[in-house]
């Protein structure tokens, strides 16, 4: 299975100020036959589900802030914050679907 | 709005059975693909089984084959888990979710979450 690894494991951030997630996996997410990346990133906040915040490495989905981005390619991932809401406290973790299982990352907390 | 309401959880002991349900609305149930995720206390997310509701065919994590069962009912536009064979591990919160689909080989992502519900195994 493909195994993905997030640093820092928490992340004390203040707001106004940018913060950045990396996620780096055990095979490239580059489906050869359509070129697109099968990376997607998703925040729990406290006591709540996971939300989806990227698909496909950095497409942001329906309603998350722009503030929020995605780079990255083949094995080597990173989720950018340019400027720390308080609201955006929580766990995020990175996740593939390039192949079964559906496995994710171990997930980072981030903290103001 | 796409809502997926959650029953169903509670202490049970181990080698006991539970049935999960997921109501769903907001959209058309019977032409989706849902899911199921579990998240142990205090750790990551793991991916359970999937199931396209249009023709029934499912997927399982290996850890849950033979244990774990997905299913739906279109009357009632609700995803179902009946889960066997209980045991410590598997106390977790588990999350029904809706899946999209990326690219034409339709690679599973959850797009919506329910609000987790909690199965406690303990004697």
């Known amino acids: 299975e493909i195994v993905l690894t997030q640093t820092p494991h928490s992340l004390s951030v203040t707001p106004g100020q940018p913060a950045s997630i990396s996620c780096k996996t055990s095979q490239s997410l580059v489906f050869p036959a359509d070129g697109q990346t099968y990376l997607y990133w998703y925040l729990q906040k406290p006591g709540q589900p996971p939300k989806l915040l990227l698909y496909e490495a950095f497409h942001r989905f329906s309603g998350v802030p722009d503030r929020f981005s995605g780079s990255g390619s083949g094995t080597a991932f990173t989720l950018k914050i340019s400027r720390v809401e308080a609201e955006d406290v929580g766990i995020y973790f990175c996740m593939q679907s390039l192949q079964l299982p559906l496995t994710f990352g171990g997930g980072t907390k981030v903290e103001i | 709005e796409v809502q997926l309401v959650q029953s169903g959880g509670g202490l049970v002991q181990p080698g006991g059975s539970l049935r999960l349900s997921c109501a769903t609305s907001?959209?058309?149930?019977?032409?989706?693909?849902m899911g199921w995720v579990r998240q142990a206390p205090g750790k990551g997310l793991e991916w359970l089984s999937s199931?396209?509701?249009?023709?029934?065919?499912?997927l399982y994590a290996d850890s849950v084959k033979g244990r774990f069962t997905i299913s739906g009912d279109n009357s009632k536009n609700t995803l179902y888990l009946h889960i066997s064979g209980l045991r410590p591990e598997d106390t977790a919160v588990y999350f029904c979710t809706k899946l999209g689909c990326g690219g034409a080989n339709c690679h599973y992502y959850f797009d919506v979450w329910g609000q987790g519900t909690l199965v406690t195994v303990s004697s």
């Open positions: 199931l396209s509701v249009s023709d029934d065919s499912t």
């Open positions: 907001g959209f058309i149930f019977s032409n989706s693909d």
